[in-house]
């Protein structure tokens, strides 16, 4: 059973901020928060991931709240090209543990 | 960042036959993984692949229907065998370097539709 639960879909208008909550309320202490995205016809794509601060990258930010029993996953100005279905996992970092995709939010970036 | 290649990239098969799925990677990886996604679905591990030991399947999946090889670091094949319309998916082959979730990388996947 995955981890993790995310609303099925979001549409978002483009240039404005994509928010995709996800909810992980069994996480472990030492398991991190992953975000990825695939993209129609592609494989899934690392985006982001983080423990218990809050992170930025070139591609988005990751806001996990102080229990560590949700995040939320920000694009701050969404393009057509974010059109993808984006997916929340919880693992530990380093050392063999399966990955588990939930079913992903889809989310729908309008012009 | 690893390189996946998969082969075929899409393909359409007859009932009763099987077909062999090529993941190649650029770079030597201790783990590769095989999903399948089938239509409107998320990605379902099928087994773990690791070089010089049998595949490690996931409950649902078997060996007899879907045979496993690694041969080397760089290299893996997953056969869909007596193939049937439900076996229509994507396929997906995946590694990781260093055992880091942040160095998983997927192939393109394998369109395998069944008729």
């Known amino acids: 059973d995955a981890k993790t639960t995310q609303p099925p879909s979001m549409d978002c208008a483009e240039g404005r901020a994509a928010n995709l909550p996800c909810n992980h309320s069994t996480i472990s202490g030492n398991e991190y928060v992953y975000w990825y995205r695939q993209i129609h016809s592609q494989g899934p794509q690392y985006i982001i991931h983080g423990l218990k601060n809050n992170e930025t990258n070139e591609m988005a930010s990751l806001i996990i709240t102080e229990d560590r029993k949700s995040s939320t996953l920000i694009l701050p100005h969404a393009t057509l090209r974010d059109t993808a279905v984006y997916y929340c996992?919880?693992?530990?970092?380093?050392?063999?543990?399966?990955?588990?995709f939930g079913t992903g939010t889809k989310l729908q970036v309008i012009p | 960042s690893a390189v996946i290649s998969q082969k075929p990239s899409r393909d359409i098969c007859q009932r009763g036959t099987s077909l062999t799925i090529q993941c190649q990677v650029d770079?030597?990886?201790?783990?590769m993984f095989w999903y399948r996604q089938q239509p409107g679905q998320s990605l379902t591990l099928i087994a773990t692949?690791?070089?010089?030991?049998?595949?490690?399947?996931e409950s649902g999946f078997v060996i007899d229907k879907f045979p496993i090889s690694r041969p080397n670091l760089t290299f893996s094949t997953l056969t869909v065998s007596n193939m049937s319309p439900e076996d229509s998916s994507i396929y997906l082959c995946?590694?990781?370097?260093?055992?880091?979730?942040?160095?998983?990388?997927f192939g393109q996947g394998t369109r395998l539709t069944v008729v």
């Open positions: 995946s590694v990781e370097e260093g055992m880091v979730l942040t160095e998983a990388f």
């Open positions: 692949a690791n070089q010089g030991s049998e595949a490690t399947y």
């Open positions: 770079s030597q990886v201790t783990m």
């Open positions: 996992i919880v693992r530990v970092d380093r050392g063999y543990q399966k990955v588990t």
